[in-house]
């Protein structure tokens, strides 16, 4: 079992940034990859970011150049932080685990408003 809380986010104007925490506890050995997904209304939910066991990323084309995704092993937290936000970036931002039965967890997700 493995339990995922966000937090961080909340409401920024344009241009500006914000950095997503997710802390992560129970069964933390058996994760694999964890990431961050976004959706926003009518769209469907995509992927933003994912870093692996070994600490390799990968970001959405849309965020590249923009958003870092990070770890910290101690703390069992992985963070997301976002620059040079745009409107186009407001959703619910959804921390995702993935254990080595390929099972996924997810967060209960955060509101993230880029607005003037």
């Known amino acids: 079992q493995v339990q995922l809380v966000e937090s961080g986010g909340g409401l920024v104007q344009p241009g500006g940034s914000l950095r997503l925490s997710c802390a992560a506890s129970g069964s933390i050995f058996s994760i694999n990859v964890m990431g961050w997904y976004r959706q926003a209304p009518g769209k469907q939910r995509e992927l933003v970011a994912t870093?692996?066991?070994?600490?390799?990323?990968n970001y959405a084309d849309s965020v590249k150049g923009r958003f870092t995704i990070s770890r910290d092993k101690a703390k069992n937290t992985v963070y997301l932080q976002m620059n040079s936000l745009k409107p186009e970036d407001t959703a619910v931002y959804s921390c995702?685990?993935?254990?080595?039965?390929?099972?996924?967890?997810w967060g209960q997700g955060t509101q993230v408003t880029v607005s003037s």
């Open positions: 995702n685990a993935v254990t080595m039965t390929q099972f996924n967890y």
């Open positions: 870093i692996t066991k070994g600490g390799s990323t």
